[in-house]
């Protein structure tokens, strides 16, 4: 804690320095509050060009760090609060993040998202170290649908690019400080500087730190001190341009993020017969010591250089490295006896390398090569899951690596023809690999596996797209993603099979137009999803503790509607996205092993059942993490004094529909979590280059859990109020 204090003095005495050289350059208002007087136009990146969104065959919510403010949206767990059809369930040491129904369900390093996220160009940790903080960011886009040409194996429900601002050659030395308090002792400062150090040379330094008292009253003997959150975040960026046609971009990110504890209550209050627990989320019991703290850096490297012909040659190099700690009464009471603790090492090396085409002329595409490695070392004695207060005997402990690595080809190439017509097609080869080699110590028993499979397919997109005139842009597209499948832990002593790669195929058409003058823009989707051997966790009948990963044997149909709209007209604007999704699961057999198992030695085959009366069809059951509908819609006024004051109220709304988070749609035991409405709120006072802001999310203080994970409820975060004043410079 003395060591980030002593930081986070020297980086604020440093930002308020600069502020004081430079104040006299602060002659434009601050980023966070705009005038609405017009829309500005929205670019995508996507496809490894700027493009602008509306007319684009891409269906996307696209925001700035400024909208991201305004929006209460500082992690990512509240995106599925601003874009439709995007759901995110946080229940710990990682998230569910699903996209119409179609991105991560199961928890464990070898099912890779779905949804993935780039940070500054370079795919990011696929599953632990995912609440990394945005700030100083330039735009974040949320990208719905398949993206199997540029963003690989990890895209088959779609893909975040999270984009932090650069440094500015000859842009001055410019930036903003800005500070905040709350309620729950919530105190954070942030912010960032642009250093000009030559002609050719710019740095770009950026932090963040925040400290807040826990949300939750726990009883039991473990709490103390450790509930509380303490983040320390730092971005340093460097450009070096030495001629025009050539650019090096370096940024390095190094975090920790302590959040004290997830502590999660159970799902029930008695399991025979199942009775819903009817306590607040906030209000829990544990004897369990707990801690949740990760800790990750990043460094990035993008080189770019355009040929006289505009042809551009760009490589782009990423190095991560984070680690996750995570302890929990897995009871979640202070009567029981299961705890858990993990500590996992994660190294992500990728290198991708584009050829780009020019944007002038009709004819334009994009080959490029990539090729990533994502290691896990789990260290012995440090993943055990403990089902007794007596030791070794009690536990199920492992340690080992878990190795994967991909490798792939892609190319892209359109044409566009005079009367607006344009075709572009687009193929993406994988081959992915993955090894374990892990020791498990079960309950007395020792087991050690050396497993190791390969996995590779296609991917792609096939897109037409009609510009009819400066108003309407019509397109449609068959889109495919594919996910590798992965090896089961063990338990018992024989190896268990591993389970294979699954794949969309998405059918997508879309009207994107100008209204009003230009003061209103459109867009409407509406998708049809073939989702073919969804990966799923299923319980051993024989070892009902414990579950193992397989595929659902016919096809999972998903399909739906979605608008987005984008308003200004004059100091008034709006904004709203709704998103419907309908789902039903092909034939499957599985056990619900929270009961009680009947025969369990007749098994319960996945694809043609057993004799055993529990072992359940679960065809036509809804996909988990596919809520019916996803709404949201925001508004603001700028009321402007003089020249250098404004005030601008600004109201958000968020319904996310109730999900199943399980396949078996047991209601009796918590499977279906309940509808989310959530409101923020804020009013921004921009006064010069000051910007004062009285802010409050979750206005109404809804309680609902935000996952549900063993059993256990985790909540979302409650209502949060404080103060923001930013200097900018």
């Known amino acids: 804690m003395k060591t980030h204090s002593l930081l986070l003095s ?118 632990y170290v995912t609440g990394e903080p945005y700030f100083d960011i330039k735009r974040v886009e949320i990208l719905r649908g398949p993206q199997g040409t540029f963003a690989g194996q990890n895209a088959t429900g779609g893909a975040v690019f999270v984009t932090t601002n650069d440094p500015i050659i000859h842009g001055g030395v410019t930036g903003y400080i800005q500070g905040q308090a709350g309620n729950y002792s919530d105190g954070g400062v942030q912010g960032a500087v642009n250093l000009p150090l030559g002609d050719t040379v710019a740095a770009r330094v950026a932090f963040n730190y925040e400290t807040r008292d826990t949300f939750y009253d726990i009883s039991g003997p473990w709490w103390g001190d450790d509930g509380n959150l303490d983040m320390i975040s730092g971005r340093l960026g460097v450009l070096w341009k030495p001629v025009d046609a050539l650019s090096v971009l370096f940024k390095v990110d190094i975090g920790t993020l302590d959040y004290g504890a997830y502590p999660a209550g159970p799902a029930l209050q008695s399991d025979n017969p199942p009775v819903l627990a009817t306590n607040d989320l906030f209000n829990l019991s544990a004897n369990a010591k707990m801690k949740a703290v990760d800790r990750y850096s990043r460094y990035t490297l993008k080189a770019d250089y355009v040929f006289d012909n505009g042809m551009t040659l760009r490589s782009v190099t990423g190095y991560q490295d984070a680690s996750t700690a995570y302890k929990a009464d897995l009871d979640g009471t202070s009567t029981g006896i299961w705890t858990f603790r993990d500590l996992a090492y994660e190294t992500l090396f990728s290198q991708e390398l584009n050829l780009i085409s020019s944007d002038e002329g009709p004819l334009k595409w994009v080959a490029g090569a990539f090729y990533q490695s994502n290691d896990y070392r789990f260290p012995k004695d440090t993943f055990v899951i403990s089902v007794c207060p007596f030791g070794a005997p009690c536990d199920y402990s492992l340690w080992g690596t878990n190795d994967t690595w991909n490798a792939a080809g892609f190319a892209q190439v359109g044409y566009e023809l005079s009367n607006g017509l344009a075709f572009s097609l687009g193929a993406r080869y994988t081959d992915a690999h993955t090894a374990n080699n892990v020791h498990v110590m079960q309950y007395g028993l020792p087991i050690y596996q050396e497993q190791s499979e390969s996995y590779s397919g296609w991917s792609g997109k096939a897109a037409v797209d009609w510009t009819l005139n400066e108003q309407n842009f019509l397109y449609a597209f068959i889109a495919t993603g594919f996910k590798p499948g992965g090896l089961n832990v063990p338990v018992g002593p024989a190896l268990p099979d591993p389970f294979d790669e699954e794949t969309v195929t998405s059918y997508e058409i879309g009207w994107k137009t100008r209204l009003l003058d230009g003061h209103l823009n459109l867009q409407l989707t509406g998708y049809y999803n073939d989702y073919k051997d969804f990966q799923v966790i299923v319980g051993y009948p024989l070892f009902p503790t414990f579950g193992f990963e397989l595929n659902v044997p016919e096809t999972t149909t998903i399909y739906g509607f979605e608008a987005q709209v984008q308003a200004a007209f004059g100091n008034l604007s709006l904004d709203a996205g709704v998103g419907t999704t309908n789902s039903k699961l092909g034939k499957f057999y599985a056990t619900d092993t929270r009961d009680p198992v009947v025969a369990p030695w007749l098994g319960c085959d996945p694809k043609n059942g057993s004799a055993s009366p529990t072992c359940l069809n679960l065809k036509g059951n809804e996909q988990t993490y596919a809520p019916d509908l996803t709404f949201n819609a925001g508004v603001q006024y700028v009321f402007a004094f003089d020249d250098t004051d404004t005030l601008t109220p600004r109201v958000d709304f968020a319904h996310v529909a109730d999900q199943w988070a399980t396949l078996f749609e047991n209601a009796a035991r918590g499977d279906k979590l309940p509808s989310r409405d959530i409101w923020n709120a804020q009013l921004a006072w921009t006064h010069g280059s000051f910007v004062t802001t009285l802010y409050g999310t979750n206005i109404s203080d809804e309680h609902y859990p935000a996952a549900l994970n063993s059993g256990l409820y985790f909540a979302g975060p409650p209502a949060q109020f404080g103060l923001r004043v930013m200097k900018s410079f």
């Open 10 to 127: 020297a980086a604020v005495a440093a930002s308020l320095g600069w502020a004081g050289t430079a104040a006299a350059q602060a002659t434009s208002p601050p980023p966070s509050v705009k005038s609405g007087a017009e829309l500005e136009e929205i670019i995508v990146t996507a496809e490894r060009r700027s493009e602008s969104l509306q007319t684009t065959a891409i269906a996307a919510s696209v925001l700035s760090g400024a909208d991201l403010q305004s929006r209460g949206v500082n992690v990512v767990d509240q995106l599925q609060f601003i874009s439709p059809s995007t759901v995110v369930n946080n229940f710990g040491q990682g998230i569910d993040f699903n996209i119409r129904g179609i991105g991560k369900g199961e928890h464990n390093t070898q099912t890779t998202t779905g949804v993935i996220t780039y940070r500054d160009f370079v795919p990011s940790f696929p599953g």
